[in-house]
């Protein structure tokens, strides 16, 4: 059985910094994309970042220069460090895992409890 479990959410102020962790257990590592979404109240859900297992990154146009998704496969985790941090990016975030290729518009089955981050001006 697949679990993701998040951490590293927090309150901080607009221009600082937070890094997400995402453990992984139950999960292989031969064919895989891991994700960080996001969903803000009142907002749809939205793709944040993901990495393929090539290395393969992608970003959401909001995020691109800011944040950075990266994975250390010996430990099963995978990271989003949040940089120069807006009150914009306040919502949940959750991890996800899907085999395959990476992409929004796929079906991912495999999602973490969620962290909040809290951006304030």
């Known amino acids: 059985q697949v679990q993701l479990v998040e951490s590293g959410g927090g309150s901080v102020q607009a221009g600082g910094s937070l890094r997400l962790s995402c453990a992984a257990s139950?999960?292989?590592?031969?064919?895989?994309?891991m994700g960080w979404f996001r969903k803000a109240p009142g907002k749809e859900r939205e793709g944040v970042a993901s990495?393929?297992?090539?290395?393969?990154?992608t970003y959401a146009d909001s995020v691109k220069g800011r944040f950075t998704i990266s994975q250390d496969k010996a430990k099963n985790t995978v990271y989003l460090e949040l940089n120069t941090l807006k009150p914009e990016d306040t919502a949940m975030y959750y991890c996800?895992?899907?085999?395959?290729?990476?992409?929004?518009?796929?079906?991912?089955?495999?999602w973490g409890q969620g962290t909040q981050v809290t951006v304030s001006s």
């Open positions: 990495i393929g297992n090539d290395g393969t990154t």
């Open positions: 139950g999960w292989t590592y031969s064919r895989n994309c």
């Open positions: 996800a895992a899907k085999d395959g290729a990476c992409g929004w518009w796929y079906t991912w089955p495999y």
